[in-house]
């Protein structure tokens, strides 16, 4: 069987109407010289994907907010572009790139300042608490939280309170 005739008798993956890149050539021009092209090692092996194809998944993972393992066909490996992902991170590259589209856009007039605002509504609360609320004091810490000691380190000036039956 032919590449071409394997290829027409798998179904297609993935919505016919997504657009195949995120970022456009121009936004990707711009930022391009911050992502390290990678190198084949000293053993040789395969050639690694180059950065834009994986730049590309990993800005489909966070706008659509799938699962690493159900990153579309199109794109390199889930597991490639996870590692790409942890260590442009790490580096802080897509700060970077974030820093120099937006200025791009600013540049543009394409930043509206007097409407730009932060909004924390999308984060989830821990313990997947769907609303904020007062902390049970009843309750013990979980495993979670940061172990606390059950003893001041400063003594008090005022002794004690003694508890006494009352009847």
């Given amino acids: 069987m032919t590449n071409r005739s394997r290829e027409a008798a798998e179904p297609p993956t993935g919505s016919t109407t997504e657009p195949e890149f995120e970022l456009t050539d121009e936004q990707w021009h711009l930022i391009e010289d911050l992502f390290p092209k990678p190198i084949v090692g000293p053993q040789g092996g395969r050639r690694p994907k180059s950065p834009r194809p994986c730049v590309e998944g990993i800005l ?6 799938a699962r690493w393992k159900d990153l579309p066909k199109r794109f390199p490996s889930s597991s490639t572009c996870w590692r790409r992902h942890h260590a442009w991170t790490l580096a802080g590259i897509w700060q970077q790139a974030w820093a120099r589209l937006v200025r791009a856009l600013d540049r543009q007039g394409r930043v ?3 409407e730009s605002f932060a909004d924390g509504t999308f ?4 313990k997947g608490a769907t609303r904020s609320a007062r902390p049970n004091a009843g309750r013990e810490p979980r495993s979670w939280s940061l172990p606390t000691p059950r003893a001041c380190r400063w003594e008090s000036t005022r002794p004690a309170p003694v508890r006494t039956k009352s009847h």
């Fill in 112 to 114: 509206k300042h007097d």
């Fill in 123 to 126: 984060s989830s609360a821990k």
């Fill in 60 to 65: 489909w993972m966070l706008r659509s907010g």
